[in-house]
């Protein structure tokens, strides 16, 4: 059974595994089904779900509210995570020349209202500011935070894909402390291990999120020098610890970093839920966890 956490030193409790569904349009799924998946991972006590504005070309988040429409006492039993601040070119808005940024005030309570419509609720658990802006003005997004607090429409806010000094940067001028910062943590990429995106997650006593722990599937199909290295060492480890897969181990070693990051889980087969939440049975060893740090990088340790 998953269990509650809490990211942060003032909050929110989530659970130590999230569902992600930025697939969610790819899975073919009648709303009934949709909301049976939810129901499935909320008893095995996966009760967070990870969201985007711009998943699934603007309709991940409309699926999801469809399903939850069928059962509206659904709502009380999770907590939504979204994010905003990119804005996508394509057939909903042909009017846009490139894909780009925008973090000012107006887009974020744009953004915000229409992720409420689109998944039928009042209020979003967790908002996150989803890639970095380079026109981002701290004090203009902080006062949208407190706004938008201020009338209960979102619960608490973080970041995706920060720096250090980024997040420090907001952090400094919001009027709620940031309780989370989502990043991509896998064995083919795990730089936010060494530039003290992680330090300063275990420093504040912050819980980051981890995207993308599976690597998008290249460990398990990537041809690539480095993606078999990774996948013969993590066959190695699964038969030592027992598990049934390497996903298993992948999702281990994630949760071994001792900032303690939530994996999000990005399947909507709930066998491959089940996977990642065997997972917490598994206790890597520092030298297991290490084996795959050097067929990772090709290298022993310095």
């Given at each position: 059974?998953?269990?509650?956490?809490?990211?942060g030193?003032q909050?929110?409790?989530?659970?130590?595994?999230?569902?992600?569904?930025?697939?969610?349009?790819?899975?073919?799924m009648?709303?009934?089904?949709?909301?049976?998946?939810?129901?499935?991972?909320?008893?095995?006590?996966?009760?967070?779900?990870?969201?985007?504005?711009?998943?699934?070309?603007?309709?991940?988040?409309?699926?999801?509210?469809?399903a939850?429409?069928l059962?509206?006492?659904?709502?009380?039993?999770?907590?939504?995570?979204?994010?905003?601040?990119?804005?996508?070119?394509?057939?909903?808005?042909?009017?846009?020349?490139?894909?780009?940024?925008?973090t000012?005030?107006?887009?974020?309570?744009e953004?915000?209202?229409?992720?409420?419509?689109?998944?039928?609720?009042?209020q979003i658990?967790?908002?996150?500011?989803?890639?970095p802006?380079?026109l981002m003005?701290a004090?203009?997004v902080a006062?949208?935070?407190?706004?938008?607090?201020?009338?209960?429409?979102?619960k608490?806010?973080?970041?995706?894909?920060?720096?250090?000094?980024?997040?420090?940067?907001?952090?400094?001028r919001v009027h709620?402390?940031l309780?989370?910062?989502?990043?991509?943590?896998?064995?083919?990429?795990?730089?936010?291990?060494?530039?003290?995106t992680?330090?300063?997650?275990?420093?504040?006593?912050?819980?980051?999120?981890?995207?993308?722990?599976?690597?998008?599937?290249?460990?398990?199909?990537?041809?690539?020098?480095?993606?078999?290295?990774v996948?013969?060492e993590?066959?190695?480890?699964?038969?030592?610890?027992?598990?049934?897969?390497?996903?298993?181990?992948i999702?281990?070693?994630?949760?071994?970093?001792?900032?303690?990051?939530?994996?999000?889980?990005?399947?909507?087969?709930?066998?491959?839920?089940?996977?990642?939440?065997?997972?917490?049975?598994?206790?890597?060893?520092?030298?297991q966890?290490?084996?795959?740090?050097?067929?990772?990088k090709?290298?022993?340790?310095?």
């Open positions: 059974m998953v269990s509650k956490v809490t990211v030193p909050g929110p409790d989530l659970s130590e595994l999230v569902q992600g569904y930025w697939r969610l349009a790819e899975w073919g009648t709303p009934q089904q949709r909301l049976t998946f939810l129901k499935q991972h909320i008893d095995l006590g996966i009760t967070t779900v990870d969201h985007a504005d711009i998943y699934g070309n603007y309709e991940c988040e409309q699926l999801f509210g469809e939850l429409k059962d509206p006492s659904v709502r009380e039993q999770i907590e939504i995570v979204t994010k905003c601040d990119i804005k996508l070119c394509g057939d909903k808005f042909p009017d846009r020349k490139v894909n780009h940024y925008d000012s005030a107006a887009h974020i309570y953004s915000v209202n229409n992720s409420l419509s689109r998944l039928g609720v009042e658990d967790l908002l996150l500011i989803h890639r802006d380079v003005d004090d203009e006062e949208a935070f407190a706004e938008l607090h201020k009338v209960g429409k979102v608490h806010f973080g970041v995706s894909n920060f720096s250090p000094s980024q997040f420090d940067l907001l952090q400094d709620k402390p309780v989370t910062n989502q990043v991509e943590i896998n064995p083919l990429n795990f730089e936010v291990a060494h530039d003290g992680l330090d300063q997650m275990q420093k504040a006593r912050i819980r980051p999120m981890a995207w993308s722990c599976l690597g998008g599937g290249a460990i398990f199909t990537g041809e690539t020098a480095q993606a078999k290295r996948r013969d993590l066959e190695l480890i699964r038969k030592e610890v027992g598990a049934k897969s390497i996903d298993e181990v999702y281990a070693w994630v949760r071994k970093l001792p900032s303690k990051p939530l994996p999000i889980v990005g399947s909507g087969k709930i066998e491959r839920v089940e996977s990642a939440i065997n997972s917490l049975a598994i206790e890597l060893t520092r030298e966890w290490y084996r795959v740090w050097v067929a990772s090709g290298h022993g340790v310095p």
